[in-house]
């Protein structure tokens, strides 16, 4: 029984982590989509986003799983590659870009 509970706590560790590292703090656009670990489309308006994004000046602000994006100018330091796509129906994440760092999403995904 004690073993069961251990397996199903890792299985809902192992889910929690893959869903919080879906959205990146160091973000790298590539221009090809077979090299991206997420497919992107940029939405006109922030109701229909997943995730609302803010641009963020330093590195060091930018947060994993949050709407803190810092765009890093190498893939190497990035945490994630990013595609933008061209078709919503064809993006893992809809994101809209906000003006203010409060207006980012808390959690993405």
């Given at each position: 029984?004690?073993r069961?509970?251990?397996?199903?706590?890792?299985?809902?560790?192992?889910?929690?982590?893959?869903?919080?590292?879906?959205?990146?703090?160091?973000?790298?656009?590539?221009?090809?989509?077979?090299?991206?670990?997420?497919?992107?489309?940029?939405?006109?308006?922030?109701?229909?986003?997943?995730?609302?994004?803010?641009?963020?000046?330093?590195?060091s602000?930018?947060?994993?799983?949050?709407?803190?994006?810092?765009?890093?100018?190498?893939?190497?330091?990035?945490?994630?590659?990013?595609?933008?796509?061209?078709?919503?129906?064809?993006a893992?994440?809809?994101?809209?870009?906000?003006?203010?760092?409060?207006?980012?999403?808390?959690?993405?995904?």
């Amino acid at each position: 029984m004690k073993r069961i509970a251990t397996l199903l706590s890792a299985a809902a560790a192992v889910l929690m982590l893959t869903a919080s590292s879906a959205s990146a703090g160091k973000v790298f656009p590539v221009k090809y989509a077979s090299r991206a670990d997420i497919k992107v489309f940029e939405v006109k308006y922030a109701s229909r986003a997943d995730c609302l994004v803010y641009k963020e000046d330093y590195a060091s602000r930018a947060k994993k799983g949050t709407g803190h994006w810092f765009f890093v100018k190498y893939a190497s330091r990035a945490d994630k590659k990013i595609f933008f796509t061209k078709y919503a129906s064809r993006a893992d994440l809809k994101i809209f870009f906000v003006k203010y760092a409060s207006r980012a999403s808390k959690s993405c995904y």
